[in-house]
């Protein structure tokens, strides 16, 4: 094939990945739980949505048993997590009766509960652009969407193959976006729960000097840009799991 035809036949089954503060792009997919209307079935939800490069490979499988041990954890925070390989359902399935006769971690008969998407013809793949051509051809990298209760996408983190994802920083990630939209704050560098978080810096100069005059005992000024104040792990976890208690009452 001449590179100018190849060059076209790569385009064609790739696309403009979403941006962060898009809107999630819509589909209609089989998955190992029955069909999947996305994102409207998860209206007034947190989704995790990620992409892994194939069926019964090492790391994945590693990979789908975390975020399994994981997933009571997302959930209480009002989280869905949904799976998605460029693979046919009786393939996944296969996978999911192959991992529980794995032992990993302490983790044995673990039964993969959240869907995983039959994508076999790449559609929603190159809705979110998670086939990286040059990385690997024909696969989907390892990307996580975080996308919010609006359809929002809000986090946006790819993988290489042959670098499994860090899930602390997933974890971290969702508890910090829920924070800073619950408590109109921002989180510093290496934030973990119960650390102080950012107070917006002031738009005006009364508010500069305010700021900087330290009348406000709550605030730990440290610039009139760059102010802390302190937000304890309960308060954000209390907030953040409220949703998903009141629903279970």
């Known amino acids: ?54 069926d019964f490979t090492p790391v994945c499988t590693t990979e789908f048993m975390t975020f399994q041990s994981m997933l009571s954890e997302f959930q209480k925070f009002n ?10 359902l009786t393939g996944h399935l296969a996978w999911i009766k192959s991992i529980k006769e794995i032992d990993y971690r302490g983790w ?14 790449m559609e929603v793949a190159k809705k979110y652009g998670m086939i990286h ?9 390892r990307a996580v969407f975080i996308i919010d209760p609006q359809g929002i996408i809000r986090t946006i983190l790819y993988y290489p193959l042959t670098t499994g994802r860090n899930f602390d920083e997933i974890r971290r990630t969702l508890i910090a976006l829920q924070t800073a939209d619950n408590f ?7 934030w ?14 009364a508010g500069m000097n305010e700021r900087i005059s330290g009348q406000d005992k709550n605030l730990d000024v440290k610039a009139w ?11 954000i976890i209390e907030k953040s799991t409220a949703k998903t208690n009141k629903k279970s009452k």
């Open 1 to 54: 094939m001449c590179e100018f035809c190849n060059h076209i036949e790569k385009a064609d089954t790739t696309s403009q990945m979403p941006l962060i503060g898009d809107k999630a792009p819509e589909f209609i997919a089989n998955t190992t739980n029955g069909e999947v209307n996305f994102p409207a079935d998860y209206a007034g939800k947190w989704v995790i949505l990620f992409s892994h490069p194939a």
């Open 192 to 205: 973990q729960p119960g650390e102080d978080v950012v107070v917006s810096a002031p738009s005006t100069t």
């Open 225 to 235: 840009y760059l102010t802390f104040k302190k937000l304890t792990k309960d308060e």
């Open 108 to 121: 044995s008969g673990m039964n993969i509960t959240f869907p995983i998407i039959d994508d076999m013809n």
């Open 184 to 190: 109109h704050v921002a989180t510093p560098a290496d």
């Open 133 to 141: 051509h040059n990385a690997a051809d024909g696969k989907t990298v």
């Open 79 to 88: 989280t869905e997590v949904i799976g998605l390989s460029i693979g046919t």
